[in-house]
């Protein structure tokens, strides 16, 4: 009933589409993680509005689906600032602009978790606003919310298999074109799916193992 | 550029058809996959090593596999074992099975976070194992499971967005069909959003005000 000789032969284009899934994802956490920044010092920012606007761009992110995110960067984006977007560009924004609101929630939780005595001890030393958050604030920031954000990555790897309605040509788009060459659907997703599970597996196991970690080093 | 209303007026019938869809099978396959996900980490967690082996073989297969993979596997694999679904059903089992997934670790962490101590203390205490389970329980598990089961359900609204792939008629499908004849991205995409947004502020409302009917002394002490 399944044959996969034939869809095996495209190995090197299953795996090629891998990788763009990977680099796809990677850009959109890179850039995803600064917009986070910015978000961050949104909700920080002395002014109400500038507060509302970023409350308000995450709730939007994180009510919407990322199909109608990505239909949107893709289809009404270019609409609004008249310029147009390849695909590749438009699915590594839309990644970026979903993962920033689900990152500064990150960063939010992790600064929660800083005492303020630190902030007070810091400003009773004498150091600088600057100082104390790169030397004193941003270490501890980094090593609470390695975690999460190795699980935000995992999350956006899988998430970046929709990036295959606008045609981008990461791993579920490769799938669809084998299938397309070998009439092989089923045996074609399932190579799809072997692949993406060796890496999102490797990312949980991954996140299970800096948690325990993470909770060891503070008990 | 100019914001045309009237393309949403003219095709609202549809919209609130796709919407309807969208909800109804988010609000079927829920507790299909949340009772599935009780029996599965039970299972997990009593059912010998072989059959807790297969389930939490099943939970991270579901976990680690992008649902547009899952929906497209079982979409062609059906015909070829000479299944005939209608997308509609195709998509509750979706839906449900990867519903399951995560009900079944969410059951689990909640049955996981109560010591036994706490059902000794109780019958130290004189209480009947039924007053234990009403009384001690069942309002910490609820207290763990309700914010996850809510960031689920939020989850699964969300997913069944992508069951537009598969020509569900859900509402990002339909809205993909009036831009078709319309070609009018802007206004449709917006209204979807709008749509999905408030449908997903309300899960979360709704989630909420529950919390405190049943906690009612621990939304007191957050000052919630």
């Known amino acids: 009933m399944f044959h996969f000789s034939k869809t095996l032969t495209f190995l090197p284009q299953f795996l090629t589409g891998a ?157 669809q074109n084998i299938m397309n060459v070998t009439y092989r659907p089923v045996e074609a997703f399932c190579v799809a799916a072997v692949l993406y599970f060796i890496v999102l597996f490797s990312c949980s196991l991954l996140t299970r193992h800096l948690e325990r970690k993470a909770g060891g080093a503070r008990a | 550029m100019s914001f045309d209303f009237a393309v949403i007026t003219d095709n609202w019938q ?87 997934a995560y009900s079944a670790e969410i059951i689990r962490g909640a049955i996981q976070s109560i010591s036994y101590g706490q059902v000794e203390a109780g019958y130290a205490l004189g209480l009947r194992y039924l007053t234990i389970f009403r009384k001690i329980l069942v309002p910490q598990v609820l207290g763990y499971i309700l914010p996850a089961a809510t960031n689920l359900t939020i989850t699964l609204i969300k997913e069944s967005a992508i069951l537009s792939a598969i020509t569900v008629p859900e509402l990002t499908y339909m809205a993909q069909n009036i831009i078709g004849r319309t070609f009018s991205p802007v206004e449709i995409f917006t209204a979807i959003a709008l749509l999905y947004w408030g449908l997903t502020a309300l899960v979360a409302a709704i989630s909420r005000s529950l919390e405190h009917r049943l906690q009612p002394h621990l939304a007191a002490r957050r000052g919630a």
């Open chain 1, 19 to 175: 990788a763009i899934t990977l680099g796809v994802s990677a850009l959109g956490f890179l850039v995803g993680t600064l917009i986070g920044f910015g978000l961050l010092a949104c909700g920080r920012s002395r002014w109400r509005v500038v507060r509302w606007i970023g409350a308000l761009y995450t709730s939007f992110i994180r009510g919407t689906p990322l199909i109608v995110q990505i239909f949107v960067v893709y289809y009404v984006l270019p609409g609004l600032v008249g310029i147009d977007l390849p695909p590749l560009l438009a699915g590594v924004l839309a990644l970026s602009f979903n993962s920033a609101a689900f990152v500064a929630e990150i960063l939010r939780a992790g600064l929660t978790r800083i005492p303020s005595g630190q902030y007070e001890a810091a400003k009773a030393l004498g150091l600088k606003p600057v100082v104390t958050w790169f030397k004193i604030i941003m270490p501890q920031l980094m090593r609470s919310i390695i975690p999460p954000m190795v699980n935000e990555f995992t999350m956006l790897v899988k998430a970046s298999s929709i990036l295959s309605v606008i045609a981008v040509a990461e791993l579920t788009h490769t799938a």
């Open chain 2, 14 to 100: 549809i919209l609130a058809r796709g919407f309807g869809n969208t909800v109804l099978m988010c609000a079927v396959s829920l507790p299909l996959g949340f009772a599935l996900g009780v029996v599965l980490a039970l299972v997990r967690l009593r059912g010998g090593r072989v059959p807790a082996a297969i389930v939490s073989a099943y939970v991270e297969l579901f976990r680690n596999i992008p649902f547009l993979i899952q929906i497209f596997l079982l979409f062609y694999a059906l015909p070829m074992f000479g299944i005939r679904l209608s997308p509609v059903v195709v998509s509750i089992g979706a839906l449900s099975a990867y519903a399951s």
